[in-house]
């Protein structure tokens, strides 16, 4: 089940997202190690009903960002380009319990990602991760997203971006 989050899932929430940070730093990965996300990150997401938790047997399994609309670190692409100019919806942050990872939750989160947008009228996907983290790129080439190039975050660190046309 996926519902949006409330500043009650915030610990929750964080408890997923550290332990996601250690694993990051146990492979050599710096994805995260510069004190983002944090909990004010989480709550703004939560403030603005974009932040959302999955549940599995009632137990927070997996968290992520989700919106429809323009995101203002994918104006500019690097290497490459998007697929479309289509409107676009976008997951950030999504991050899976270790205890719930390689059970397909990535690809329950997009599926139902996918029929959101779809019901507002959004046809294209987007996504990015970090360039050395190659377990999330196979998860969202599996998941049917395309390499489309570079992106900087907002903190200018440079993500590979991907894209899903729907």
């Not at 429809?68 to 100019?85: A, M, R, S």
């Not at 990872?101 to 009228?121: P, Y």
């Amino acid at each position: 089940m996926i519902r949006k989050a409330t500043p009650a899932d915030l610990p929750a929430i964080m408890a997923i997202i550290n332990e996601a940070k250690a694993t990051l730093k146990a492979s050599g990965i710096d994805q995260w190690q510069k004190g983002y996300p944090n909990e004010a990150v989480i709550l703004q997401d939560i403030a603005g009903g974009y932040s959302y938790v999955y549940l599995r047997d009632g137990i927070p399994a997996a968290t992520f960002a989700f919106f429809c609309g323009e995101d203002p670190t994918y104006k500019v692409i690097t290497e490459g380009h998007w697929l479309t100019d289509n409107p676009y919806s976008v997951i950030h942050r999504i991050t899976i319990k270790g205890a719930f990872r390689g059970q397909g939750v990535l690809g329950e989160i997009v599926e139902w990602a996918t029929e959101e947008s779809l019901k507002k009228g959004y046809t294209s996907m987007r996504i990015d991760t970090h360039p050395d983290n190659k377990s999330m790129q196979r998860a969202l080439q599996k998941a049917g997203y395309t390499y489309c190039g570079h992106i900087l975050t907002t903190i200018s660190d440079m993500r590979w971006a991907y894209e899903k046309v729907l």
